[in-house]
């Protein structure tokens, strides 16, 4: 679409809203234009293969190939929960509970509703903060182009118990699609929302670039799970913002199994004094998947607590990149925050590039940041082959073992079982595909030991 | 410090009695201001450089008016630097000359409490021309050269022994490595040139003022160590006290390399007063089963940029940076480390402790790189700042890039102040709260300051309580 072919991709007919709505996608499409491709070079985009962003010719709104009914038959969670909506396409086939929650006075409302029932609301809060971890192009993108997904509002001391879910599929290899959800909460109020992100093809092709806001209000609670599996060609944005008034708190966990190349930023915002923020990620890597993980954990205001934990496994010639930044502004006294990056190498191919930072600007703080990279323990795999267990599988049991830690943090346990199950099917998957594990010649090794001199001393002088 | 001042006075009538510094046939050593390609000339024609130097000066030139300020990821303070107004080459003799009276009081008040002997003030002090220290120190320069290491400046080293020089000067860092390294490959002039042949332990350290060389501490230095098969050396560069110079920008290369087996420390103590610019580009060559280590420590200047890197290029080399900054009111303390493996079973080290006071801001940066067809690398990182007011400011940026077989790498980093509790305790005890503060800072950095030279580290102690004091209250 955009920049290669110099084609509108956004010509789809029909405007689905009002005015100012139709003006601020026209005014982001113009800023999308505009911005030009990150490079390499830029510190947001260090280690990106920036290659990988495939925008290709992909189109939004394309008729899939698969029936409707087949899609709804997929979209299933294993968990109950109140309401769902089912999009494919950017296209919405079923939404359902929305009457129910409403009698609460909670909004479960696709974009499209929502733009009809609660333009204010939506005015109000679609898009309203800036995404500034680097993909601000394609934040505009997304602004253009959003027209699925679903806005959840939540009155005030409103406590849904059980989750409220989205389905979004890619259908077919030429299309782009642009998840959206939006979540608002009242004072006191508690949900939790989980959405699928799919391919009906494992292998597919396609452009997702998806955004996620939480507005968390005051003593609020947001649990929010996204479970990423696209098809294993897509390229995928998934820009998520929390934003944490006094004492509300919010939980984010992102499951990365799908994509070629996955950028993912994750932006916490402590509001008011005593907000909290749980910030957790999850990744498998095989073949050249490349997952570009950016996030940020801002303190702006004393007495806040953030604690952010993503954990990557790498098999083949997959990559992970994890930048992060705590931000301690001068009057944040008393912030408590963490930052913890652990990568699994299952391959010695495999890459871990990991960037924790830290910009501490008020003495009165509790800061810490971690990363390790390491692989599995050879003593472990010893046990396990010792009792029949073949070694690429004794390795993913022992992965599994290491994502424990993330999946443990989800206060509902059946959502947990969900995300244990997406791994173990990818785990799957990645059995049934030979090992790329490749054992160079001697010969060659001098060459490429050479070469990737060259490439650290580039590093240097970064 | 009430006696400071009659203490200074006999100083100075001793020292202008001393010596009569004026040099008249090196004022023609001036190569003026700014950076062509005549000033290049210029520095060569002065410094009888042969013609392979001129060239590699003139090609680093270019690389540098090519190469643009780092500032997309570095201080935005960089742009503040006027290249075109400094002088790129003063002989020793056109130094600016300054007399004791104009040496700011707080600079005389510092060697004072450091306890820096009177004959060094005036030098330090930019009084003199020149340290005389022959006396003091021939007797350790006699036993090494028996042992047959050269230890001379960097232009007798490119002079007198090219066929050691030539080998590995600008390979550990090449010229176009950052606009700064090329800087300096294109004016640089000073330094010390240092060989240790093959299995020889020097057990002195080697400091380099023990040398008489105006172009000593020069703003363009350019260091080069190189230590053979099985052979020892630890080298210490810079003082504690505070170097008081006129010149804002300084600019440095140190290039080291560890052959087979050998050994090499490096310490170096800068303490730039706070209007300098100290952008320094240093890094070693480790081969099979040698160890380098760089102990540095920052407390001076106005932005420092340093980053000791160890390139671990053979099987089971070693790399170590210990790192303490110290970042005051008006200064930044931008410092981190490097470690490129590049052989199988090769480990670093990384340690590094910051302080920061008033509004100071101390900055750790980092890169760690191991490729993917290398087995068996380790690495360590441990990044610990104190922020001693509520204005202070931290940062942290490594960046780590891991791939490989049984590669494991780990990197932590903590933030804290000083706990009320202990300035409590110890405030009981009857302790000021000034000098409570300095316990605990010293506590902070005492397993590193640990490990320097014993006079070092009684000088970096007095060091930090000066600094910390007036942070409090």
Redesign the interface.
Known sequence: MAGKSGQTPLSRDGSIGPTWWEERKAAAWKKFQAMPMPRR???DW??ATIDAIQLGDFQPGQKGSTSAEALLKRSTASFPHTAKAVFSNDRLLHIEGGEELAKQGVVFESLAGALHKHPSLLEKHFMAHPVDLGAQKFAALHAAHASAGVLIYVPKNVDLKLPLVSFHWLDGNESAVFPHTLIVTGENAKVTVVDFLSSTEVGGKGLACGLNDLLVGPGAKVDYVCLQQWGSQVTSFELNSARVEKDGEARSLFVNLGAAYARQESRSTMMGSGARSEMLGLSVGNDRQEFDQRTLQCHDVPNTWSDLLYKNALDDRSKSIFKGLIRVA?GA?KTDAYQNNR?L?LN????????????????????????????IDQDQLFYLMARGIDPRTGAQLLAHGFFEEVIERLPEKKIGEAVRSAVAAKFAAMRSLPSQRVS?PEAN?EK??ET??V???Q???? | MSETSTLEKPDLTIDQDQGNFSYPEDYAFDAGTGLTEKTIDYICDAKEDPDWVREFRKKALKVFKEKPLPTHWASKDLENIHFDDFRYYLSKGAKPKRTWDEVPDDVKKTFERLGIPEKERAFLAGVEAQFDSEAAYSNIKKAVAEQGVIFVGSREGLRDHPEIFKKWFGKVIPTADNKFSALNSAVFSGGSFIYVPKGVKVKHPLQAYFRINAENFGQFERTLIIVDEGAELTYMEGCTAPKFDSVTLHSAVVELVAMKGAKLQYITVQNWSPNVFNLVTKRGLAHEESEIKWIDCNIGSRLTMKYPGVILKGRKARGEVLSIALANSGQHQDTGAKMIHAADETTSNIISKSISIGSGRATYRGLVHIPRHLKGCKNNTECDALLINTESRTDTYPAIVTRGEGNSVQHEASVSKVSAEQIFYMQQRGLTEGQAMSLSVNGFVNDLVRQFPMEYSVELKRLIDLEMEGSVG
């Open positions: 070079n830029e510190e260090r280690f001068p006294a990568n190498l010695p191919e495999a890459e871990a590039d990991s960037m924790p930072g830290l910009e501490i600007l008020n003495d009165d703080v509790r800061c810490t940041h971690g990363a390790t990279t390491g692989q160079r090794r490429e030991s990737l001199d490439r650290a001393l590093g240097l002088s970064h």
